[in-house]
């Protein structure tokens, strides 16, 4: 590993610990609203407040009322509805709206299908050519506001599951409009203004100018694409969304210009997801139970992200160096480079690699079709790990939450102690939730996966490797879209009827049936009696809690996952 790689790494590490200190209690803060509201105004109230207020007039809503779980979820689907026919709309339509100086025609319904509930559930699977297949009004009016939407509808159904756990004899958990506006007003809009000034001033291109057709020194001709790409690529790292202005994502010059912008990019990702830690355990009132769940998540993180540098650093050993005595002195030296940008290198791919896929980013400045098996196995587990090491925004942190729930219960049963979190029973009725939650995503990967390998057509979309890698790219797809990663092996043409429809089903069910399930269990929790801490009390802000945390979704994800890992990137390792 270089040494710029090491610095990459170890800034990243301080960006994490710091970013978490400092936006966490600001988080906290701001969500603490209703019976929850410190006496003390949140920073930056009296800027915001005016906002806000006027949004809740135009919209008619009462920031005052608070709403049940039921309702809290009606309102989240209804609101995730509503944004699915709209995306759809505007790709339908596009040809005859306004911005569109490239004259790009409608999107096929069943790619405008996938692409709307691609964005809507934060995933950003793109079976399309960004800057040939929408145009400027589409990615700025559809695309990127549902950056800023699906965003903050994770950080809406976490911090309902927060006050789930820690309000006691209460039957509501907040209102869904009141969250989903401060979540965009008071967190994602400031900090994407400030990113997206940093990517412009870097070069990463914010115009809206057509494409532009130059002719090269060797007499060829090159379309240059312009756009507005720096402010949408704020959101997209912001938000853990992922989805790409140009068709090379971050590999693209005009979307991730340099060494730094790269970095940015890793850290902007990164920020939300571990800050919530500690704005739970502030919400909480314990802060060590924050701590815990930040220790099991980066602890995930930074082994998985270690074994995808470590695997494209080491290079494949089937391209080696000979010495004289012909005798083998390197493996590839300089590691492995292919799909690879010589700006990046390796080290730097292989990090923002996992750094994409341990949350709901599906952005990617290489092509992991291209890394080496183990290499490449480093982020599809990441991925199916359910994203939280650490998650997407707000989505990581319930993901975490609810293997929190399944680790207390199964700790109890382990040593015979009371199932209890936060002074919470935890009984039949929440168990029973937490399986369908950790269920309903295998189910789908697994089966569509299953589906797709016995029909001829579907298999005829792996243009490459029809054995133990084919069989990579096509659980990979269905993983990523699961799990609302969005990110791609790049081997599998997708834009097909049947995947277009069964990637877009894999995506709801990997949103919606667990936002419900996270929401329901939020509020049977709510309606408890806290119990008073006693002997038999399973202690859950320890290191021993953190480390069972660990081992609970290693095991939960192996039992599930590692058959088809074998037969897929484990062959192909052991095979070259």
């Not at 950080?155 to 401060?182: K, M, P």
């Not at 994602?188 to 001033?201: E, M, T």
């Not at 002997?535 to 599930?560: D, N, Q, R």
């Not at 088809?564 to 484990?570: E, H, N, Y």
Request: hydrophobic letters at 50%; a neutral charge.
């Amino acid at each position: 590993m270089t040494l710029a790689g090491w610095l990459q790494l170890g800034a990243l590490i301080l960006f994490i610990v710091i970013g978490t200190r400092v936006l966490g209690p600001y988080l906290a803060g701001i969500y603490s609203t209703g019976v929850d509201a410190p006496e003390k105004p949140p920073f930056g109230d009296r800027f915001f407040s005016p906002i806000e207020r006027f949004v809740y007039r135009v919209c008619g809503v009462d920031e005052k009322r608070e709403q049940r779980w039921t309702t809290y979820a009606l309102s989240m689907l209804a609101f995730s509805l509503v944004s699915i026919l709209t995306v759809y709309l505007f790709q339908r339509l596009q040809q005859w709206l306004p911005a569109n100086p490239n004259a790009i025609q409608n999107v096929k319904p069943g790619l405008a299908f996938n692409t709307a509930v691609s964005f809507v559930t934060n995933t950003n699977w793109q079976a399309y050519i960004p800057e040939a297949g929408v145009s400027f009004l589409t990615q700025m009016a559809a695309l990127a506001v549902q950056n800023f939407a699906s965003a903050a509808v994770g950080l809406c159904v976490v911090v309902a599951l927060i006050r789930g756990l820690t309000r006691s004899r209460r039957g509501t958990i907040g209102n869904f409009w009141v969250d989903l506006v401060r979540s965009i007003v008071r967190v994602l809009l400031p900090l994407a203004f400030l990113i997206a000034i940093v990517y412009a001033s870097q070069g990463v291109v914010q115009n809206l100018h057509a494409n532009t057709t130059a002719t090269t020194v060797e007499g060829s001709t090159q379309v240059i694409p312009g756009g507005p790409a720096a402010s949408q690529e704020a959101i997209k790292e912001l938000g853990t969304n992922g989805g790409g202005f140009l068709n090379a994502n971050s590999a693209h010059p005009f979307e991730n210009p340099n060494g730094f912008t790269n970095w940015l990019q890793m850290a902007s990702i990164l920020l939300i997801p571990f800050a919530l830690t500690y704005a739970f355990g502030r919400m909480a009132k314990d802060q060590k139970q924050g701590w815990v769940v930040f220790a099991a998540m980066f602890t995930l993180w930074i082994a998985v992200a270690a074994l995808a540098m470590g695997m494209e650093i080491h290079g494949n050993p089937e391209l080696t160096s000979r010495g004289a005595n012909q005798s083998v002195t390197s493996t590839q030296a300089g590691g492995n480079m292919e799909g690879k940008e010589t700006r990046f290198g390796p080290d730097a791919s292989g990090l923002y690699a996992g750094v994409t896929t341990s949350t709901s980013t599906g952005a990617v400045n290489s092509m992991h079709d291209s890394f080496t098996p183990l290499g490449g196995m480093a982020p599809l587990t990441n991925i199916m790990l359910g994203e939280v090491s650490p998650g997407g925004v707000g989505a990581g942190l319930y993901g975490m939450l609810i293997f929190v729930l399944l680790g207390v219960f199964i700790a109890g049963l382990m040593v015979g102690r009371t199932p209890e979190y936060l002074g919470k029973k935890i009984q039949a009725a929440e168990m029973k939730i937490v399986v369908i939650y950790i269920l309903a995503v295998p189910l789908a990967i697994l089966g569509f996966s299953a589906t797709a390998i016995l029909l001829k057509g579907s298999v005829a979309g792996l243009l490459n490797a029809p054995g133990p890698h084919g069989l990579t790219e096509m659980v990979y797809a269905y993983t990523s879209a699961g799990n609302n990663n969005g990110s791609a092996f790049t081997g599998l043409s997708a834009n097909t009827d049947w995947y277009n429809t069964t990637l877009g089903l894999a995506m709801l069910v990997g949103r919606f049936v667990l936002m419900v399930a996270a929401l329901a269990i939020a509020g049977s929790l709510v309606r408890k009696q806290p119990v008073p801490e006693s002997a038999g009390t399973f202690p859950t802000g320890t290191p021993l809690f953190a480390g069972l945390l660990v081992g609970v979704v290693v095991i939960v994800v192996g039992l599930t996952y590692f058959p088809v890992l074998a037969l897929g990137p484990i062959v192909e390792h052991l095979s070259i």
